[in-house]
């Protein structure tokens, strides 16, 4: 089992920015073959992903965040980060990281196995 844990959420103001970050469990995460995402769930939607990113360092966006978001590894591999600039109300939402072991940057949510918690994301206008 891989426990992820995400933290960054917070409160903004429309145009403004923030960095989230998700650990991996250091003793359970030894894949080799890897894809995490980072996916979001707005009080009464579905959730969707936003971004991904895999081991070859292929990345996918939305089309609601391509050119704001940005998705990254950290220096040790079970680190993963996004991005969040020109934020906007309507990204406001709980995002989540989820990681699975196959390559791909899918962003569907049925293509992960490993899930956090989450983290709140307010942006205000």
């Known amino acids: 089992q891989v426990s992820l844990v995400e933290s960054g959420g917070g409160s903004v103001q429309s145009g403004g920015s923030l960095r989230l970050s998700c650990a991996a469990s250091?003793?359970?995460?030894?894949?080799?073959?890897?894809?995490m995402g980072w996916f979001r769930q707005a009080p009464g939607k579905e959730r969707e992903g936003i971004a991904a990113?895999?081991?070859?360092?292929?990345?996918n966006y939305a089309d609601s965040v391509k050119g704001r978001f940005f998705v990254s590894h950290g220096k040790v591999k079970n680190m993963l980060y996004l991005q969040m600039n020109s934020l906007k109300p309507e990204d406001t939402a709980m995002y989540y990281c989820?990681?699975?072991?196959?390559?791909?940057?899918?962003?569907?949510?049925?293509?992960?196995?490993?899930w956090g918690q989450g983290t709140q994301v307010t942006v205000s206008s």
């Open positions: 250091v003793y359970t995460w030894n894949y080799r073959s890897y894809r």
């Open positions: 989820a990681a699975d072991s196959v390559v791909g940057a899918s962003l569907t949510v049925r293509h992960y196995i490993h």
């Open positions: 990113i895999d081991t070859d360092s292929v990345t």
